[in-house]
């Protein structure tokens, strides 16, 4: 079975819990806006903000995040406007502009939108926003209210993504998720009556206890309100989470593979035909709303993260700041960067990388620029896995893809072609 990847890194109110005057803060306007023109001289960045506070924890979540530290925000929050003034300053962006900025977590809603209007401002004034920059936050039903949701959409947040999960009351009771259906579904609305055209709901299938009907009548619910994205994420076990400990305890048994693919297959043919065609294993959008800042991570673009935990990956390495907010804060405020270490990336792991990355979306991996990347060819290179797998995948228009049949086998695929 897949594992998921999240949407954000490969990974509400503030503390005077005011909304005032939330429906009049406007970002002030950035220096300027590159048009297309200007912008095809130049290559894209992305930025991430990692917001790692959460109301509660849920039993599944790996994601670096706390819970009961909300009183810590402004405090993060010069750190962050701290880290991305020192480590901006000390790369030549000269030759970048900003293409997205994705709040995630954690639970970006817990930003009173004045904070947030604070760090667009700060990484709009610092480097050239793109003409339709996509600004993505993720956001938990029942958390963020109506006059926030039209304050981030002021201040130009332009994606919103729900963490839904689940419609079932049981289902959303074992994860620990402290909101209700109806929360998701007048969250929606909300986030609709805000004015944004571009929303995400994420669902997640294969719980134990789930039944196929249960995911059946999910998945329909969501497709009838029409969001312009769903991602629907396969329940994973990491490790450190509860869930984790009731199945080593043998408390808990995950779903058996064959239901869990069987779910996905019939979700994923289910979302086709309703207009939501799969472009990543997890990632179904009507046409022209895929998600640009993870379709960046995926296609090699560069990033740069921010906050506890969060990746980055610039000038051909990759780097990943402390996973913990005080430590993190504490050397942010000393020296500047929160990077805990980095790497090198090899040119065998960039190849390695393309192969799993481009693998995973629905339009493959182009062989052409594989080629021109690495000097090599990967139909002679390989032909004995090609051969291995020659009823999984297709060339098609240049570019080497799995097929449907394929699918569930895509991380043995990948891997196969490796080195
Ligand atoms: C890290 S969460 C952050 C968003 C938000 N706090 C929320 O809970 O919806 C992003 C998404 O990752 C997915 N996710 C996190 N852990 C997962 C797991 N172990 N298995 C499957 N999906 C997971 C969930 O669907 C969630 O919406
Ligand atoms: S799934 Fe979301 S709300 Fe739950 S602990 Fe993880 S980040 Fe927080």
């Not at 942010?332 to 065998?348: F, K, R, Y």
């Amino acid at each position: 079975m897949q594992r998921k990847v999240n949407e954000s890194t490969p990974h509400a109110k503030g503390n005077d819990g005011s909304n005032k005057n939330n429906m009049s803060l406007k970002l002030e306007s950035p220096l300027f806006t590159l048009h297309s023109s200007m912008t095809a001289a130049l290559k894209p960045l992305s930025f991430y903000i990692h917001v790692p506070f959460c109301k509660a924890k849920c039993t599944y979540c790996d994601f670096y995040s706390i819970v009961g530290r909300e009183n810590s925000i402004p405090a993060y929050l010069k750190s962050i406007l701290k880290e991305i003034e020192q480590r901006t300053h000390k790369l030549d962006l000269s030759s970048h502009y900003i293409d997205t900025i994705f709040f995630g977590g954690g639970t970006p809603n817990l930003l009173d939108p004045k904070h947030l209007g604070q760090i667009l401002q700060k990484l709009q004034v610092l480097l050239q926003p793109g003409e339709d920059m996509e600004i993505g936050m993720e956001i938990n039903p029942g958390e963020a209210n109506l006059d926030n949701l039209i304050a981030y959409k002021n201040l130009g947040v332009n994606r919103i993504s729900i963490g839904m999960q689940s419609f079932q009351p049981h289902l959303l009771t074992f994860m620990s998720r402290i909101h209700t259906a109806e929360k998701s579904f007048s969250t929606y609305d909300d986030v609709r009556e805000a004015g944004f055209q571009n929303v995400s709901g994420d669902l997640i299938f294969a719980v134990p206890g789930q039944t196929r009907e249960e995911w059946v009548g999910d998945l329909e619910r969501l497709v009838s309100m029409q969001p312009e994205h769903i991602s629907t994420y396969s329940l994973t076990v990491e490790e450190g989470t509860a869930l984790h400990r009731w199945v080593e305890a043998g408390h808990v048994e995950m779903l058996e593979e064959t239901v869990d693919t069987g779910m996905y297959d019939w979700g994923r043919d289910f979302l086709e035909k309703s207009g939501y065609p799969n472009y990543e294993i997890s990632n179904h959008a009507k046409p022209g709303f895929e998600c640009r800042h993870n379709l960046n991570y995926w296609t090699g673009v560069e990033y740069l993260g921010f906050g506890p935990a969060a990746h980055s990956f610039f000038g051909g390495r990759r780097s990943w700041n402390i996973r913990n907010l005080d430590t993190y804060m504490s050397d942010v405020m000393n020296s500047g960067t929160g990077v805990a270490d980095s790497e090198l990336i090899s040119p065998t792991m960039s190849r390695n990388e393309m192969i799993l990355t481009r693998l995973r979306l629905a339009q493959g991996l182009n062989l052409s620029e594989f080629s021109i990347n690495f000097g090599e060819n990967l139909l002679q290179t390989k032909v004995d896995m090609l051969e291995k797998w020659m009823d999984k995948l297709v060339v098609s228009k240049g570019h080497l893809k799995i097929t449907r049949e394929g699918w569930a086998l895509t991380d043995e695929i990948s891997s196969d072609l490796m080195i």
